[in-house]
């Protein structure tokens, strides 16, 4: 690798940036932790792990923002690294390494979404930095699209197609570890009488203020959404029994009165998995539980079981 100074524009990271190094050789850790050091103008942590094994535990664990990634770790390669980081929801930027000028593996890279692509023997510290600086950029950006197609625009909360795709990994990792988790199936009372009487932009308004109460009356592990209009979905992770989903959702009961007297909900309770062992079944099962809550005269809770 070159190792040359020179001056830098500075950059924008906010507190301090974490930077995972993944590389099998200490001398080329060690010239890439020179040239960061002469090259980096803002305060950064730099870590290192000298295997595959060591490092994918450290990308899984850990929270970077971004990764200097070898290709060539024997046994393996550094695209069987980012795969298997890829395949379990890491979304770390990375920075391939290589000591090899292949344009095959450099296709590859581009293709697995790899943020940069950088040859050790032609590496000097401004175009390090260079690259760094891009990577962040362009995965703030992609973070920032990601996360408007997911969200439903009025109110924040995850749309039905993000919590569809999210909901049915959490139900797998669930599986695979024997637990169980409840879904509520969320309709509110007199909403309609609201939008009426007081109009489309107070409706608005209450939708947005009972989101946000939502989303701080649950946990950080659950996952609630907005279906549309008037009706929401939480999925409510490691429940050890009914009763306590009932709980929760009995705290949930009192939000709309916190903002409108006159608004209400009905609540449908399925649990996962003694009523159905997939998602589409668990919303069926809520979705019917919460409809003969309505039928009943609607401001109250149903379980499905």
Known sequence: MKQTQSQKPPLSFQDQLNILCIDDDQVDYFVLKSMLKRSMTEP?????????HTGLKSLLNGTYDVCLLDYHLPPH??????QQAQDQG???PVIMLTGNESP???KRAMEQGVYGFLHKEELEPTHLERTIRYALKHHKTQEELRHKSERDALTGLYNIQAFHDIAEERLQHLRLHDKQAALLFIDLDRFKQLNDQQGHLAGNKFLQSLSQALTVNLRATDLVARVGGDEFVVLLEEIPSLD???QVAQRLMSLPKSISTNVGMSIGISMFPQDSHTLHGLLMCADKAMYQRKKSGGQGIKTFS
């Open 90 to 92: 890491n979304r770390t």
């Open 44 to 52: 950064y942590q730099l870590e290192w792990q000298n295997s595959a």
């Open 77 to 82: 390669t550094g695209f069987e690294i980012l």
């Open 244 to 246: 306590v989903a009932y």
């Open 104 to 106: 095959d593996i450099d």
